[in-house]
């Protein structure tokens, strides 16, 4: 069973800083893509960044220069690092992980909000 736990969600004010770490658990075939998603009220979940085996990355546009994805396999774990918050950023995030055979498990989201 393949479970993906999230942590580091808070709240924070407009300005502020938090790191989202994801780690997977079970059994993976292997990690193609990595990525954070997030959906605020009332929105669609919307891709955040994402970032592939080879260590390209994409962000949404309107996170490109705050936020940065990394990863590190060893500990399983992929890491959202977010500056610069804004009240618009607040939402649940979650990250995915799809695999080698290109199965896609989701995390149970942590909450992210930011005051202004």
């Known amino acids: 069973q393949v479970q993906l736990v999230e942590s580091g969600g808070d709240l924070v004010q407009a300005g502020g800083s938090l790191r989202l770490s994801c780690e997977a658990s079970?059994?993976?075939?292997?990690?193609?893509?990595l990525g954070w998603y997030r959906q605020a009220p009332g929105k669609q979940r919307e891709l955040v960044a994402d970032?592939?085996?080879?260590?390209?990355?994409n962000y949404a546009d309107s996170v490109k220069g705050r936020f940065t994805i990394s990863r590190d396999y060893a500990k399983r774990t992929v890491y959202l690092q977010m500056n610069s918050l804004q009240p618009e950023d607040t939402a649940v995030y979650y990250c995915?992980?799809?695999?080698?055979?290109?199965?896609?498990?989701w995390g149970q989201g942590t909450q992210v909000t930011v005051t202004s």
């Open positions: 970032i592939t085996r080879r260590g390209t990355t």
């Open positions: 079970g059994i993976i075939l292997g990690f193609n893509i």
């Open positions: 995915k992980v799809v695999d080698a055979i290109d199965r896609a498990f």
